[in-house]
Every structure is written in structure tokens, then in C-alpha cells.
């Protein structure tokens, strides 16, 4: 975003613009704006958020080229909870049709998580970015996630040989993931409500006793 930009020194730089909505729609409009450039499509106007006209005719889809193992990856990488809300509600398009809504998600992973064997103490979902502090899970059913995950655990970032994901809210620190023992994964989870963060010093220890003769 150009009014981002000029605030920031030259190079690359990751900008996060959940913080702000303006921002989201500023970011949104100028992407498009440039895509029309591109393509050689004059357009002017302002960037607002206003509602579609319900008789608009759709001129465009654009499916995405990335395989689902993909997408997962790179939200994995870079901890993109639109993304992750995103694939969430498309579950619940896949169960019960369009539009989207968090009432068919919640209904959708409900039914999946049952299938599983998880009741609804074991894991809440109101969200799937797991940004809602009214998401709730238990350490004994992320492990049980993780070992049916393991197939699929070399999505998951790499930390100094451990593959993982952070989970991080003002006072929760988790981490979730595979210590390797040769071809073998172990499964381990850390969930800490505490003031400050020691995960990390938590993680050692724990490879320490997981890998040990």
C-alpha cells in the first residue's frame, strides 16, 4: 500500500493489516486497480465498501492453481488466519451449500470432529483462524489430531529441525507439532497460560526426553 509504503524504509517488508479494516479495504481496491492496469482496463473512482446489487452479473471467477497440501503450507508458514477462516468456511459451503456462514462451519466441523470421536468438551470451534479466545482445546485431543495429521506433518514449518506451529494470544503460548527420530515422528504439545513466555524453554526440555536413548 502506497500510504504503508511511505512510512517504511526501502526493501521488502511483511505489513500486517487485519488491525485495521480501512486498510484491508485501501489494500484490496489498489491490488485491483493494479491487476486492471495490467490487463490495459482504464478505471477511476474511489475505494469503498459498498453492497453488490443483487441483479449483478458475475463477469469472473478465478480458481486458485495451488493444491489444498499448498495453501495449508503457506498459512502454515506465515500464520494466515484469513486463510485459515477462509478455508473453514469453505468446509461448511462444502457441507451444507452457499453462502458461507460460521453457524454452517461450526455445524460442518462439529459433525466431523464427532465422526472422529471428539466430544464437545474435547474442542470448540467458533472460528477457524483460532483467534477467538472462545475456541477451546484440550492437550489429549490436539495429540490426537496431530497423530492423524502425521502423514501430512511435513506441511508444517520447520524450527531448528522440529516441525511445528505457534499459537500465540496475550497470555497463551503454545506450540504444537513432531519431534524426529529418524523416520520416526513424536507427536507433542505445549498450551501455557502464563504471563510471560517460556514455550520455548518448555520445547527444549521436552526434545530433550522425547529423543533420549
Given at each position: 500500500?502506497?500510504?504503508?509504503g511511505k512510512?517504511?524504509?526501502?526493501?521488502?517488508?511483511?505489513?500486517?493489516?487485519?488491525?485495521n479494516?480501512e486498510?484491508?479495504?485501501?489494500h484490496?481496491?489498489?491490488?485491483?486497480?493494479?491487476m486492471?492496469?495490467?490487463?490495459?482496463?482504464?478505471?477511476?473512482?474511489?475505494?469503498?465498501?459498498k453492497?453488490v446489487?443483487?441483479?449483478v452479473?458475475?463477469?469472473?471467477?478465478?480458481?486458485?492453481?495451488?493444491?489444498?497440501?499448498?495453501?495449508?503450507s503457506?498459512?502454515?508458514?506465515?500464520?494466515n488466519n484469513?486463510?485459515?477462516?477462509?478455508?473453514?468456511?469453505?468446509c461448511?459451503?462444502?457441507?451444507?451449500?452457499?453462502?458461507?456462514?460460521w453457524?454452517?462451519?461450526?455445524?460442518?466441523?462439529?459433525r466431523?470432529?464427532n465422526?472422529l470421536?471428539f466430544?464437545?468438551?474435547d474442542?470448540?470451534?467458533?472460528?477457524g483462524?483460532?483467534l477467538?479466545?472462545?475456541?477451546?482445546?484440550?492437550?489429549?485431543?490436539?495429540?490426537?489430531?496431530?497423530?492423524?495429521?502425521?502423514?501430512?506433518?511435513r506441511?508444517?514449518?520447520?524450527?531448528?529441525?522440529?516441525?511445528?506451529?505457534?499459537g500465540?494470544l496475550?497470555g497463551v503460548y503454545?506450540?504444537?507439532?513432531?519431534f524426529?527420530a529418524g523416520?520416526?515422528?513424536?507427536p507433542?504439545?505445549?498450551?501455557?497460560?502464563?504471563?510471560?513466555?517460556?514455550?520455548?524453554?518448555?520445547?527444549?526440555?521436552l526434545?530433550?526426553?522425547?529423543?533420549?536413548?
Open positions: 500500500m502506497k500510504r504503508l512510512k517504511l524504509p526501502p526493501g521488502t517488508h511483511r505489513i500486517n493489516l487485519t488491525n479494516t486498510d484491508i479495504l485501501i484490496t481496491g489498489e491490488l485491483f486497480r493494479a486492471q492496469k495490467k490487463q490495459g482496463l482504464a478505471g477511476n473512482g474511489i475505494i469503498a465498501a453492497s446489487p443483487a441483479a452479473k458475475l463477469l469472473y471467477r478465478h480458481p486458485s492453481n495451488r493444491s489444498l497440501e499448498q495453501v495449508i503457506g498459512l502454515m508458514l506465515y500464520s484469513f486463510v485459515a477462516n477462509q478455508l473453514y468456511l469453505a461448511g459451503v462444502a457441507r451444507e451449500g452457499y453462502p458461507a456462514t453457524g454452517k462451519s461450526r455445524s460442518a466441523f462439529n466431523f470432529l465422526g470421536g466430544t464437545e468438551t474442542i470448540v470451534m467458533v472460528e483462524s483460532g477467538s479466545r472462545r475456541n477451546l482445546l484440550t492437550p489429549a485431543a490436539m495429540l490426537k489430531i496431530l497423530r492423524a495429521f502425521e502423514p501430512y506433518s506441511l508444517l514449518p520447520d524450527k531448528e529441525g522440529i516441525l511445528l506451529k505457534s500465540t496475550t503454545c506450540y504444537a507439532g513432531f524426529s523416520t520416526i515422528r513424536k507433542f504439545v505445549i498450551m501455557l497460560n502464563q504471563p510471560k513466555n517460556q514455550r520455548d524453554d518448555v520445547l527444549k526440555l526434545e530433550k526426553i522425547a529423543l533420549q536413548p
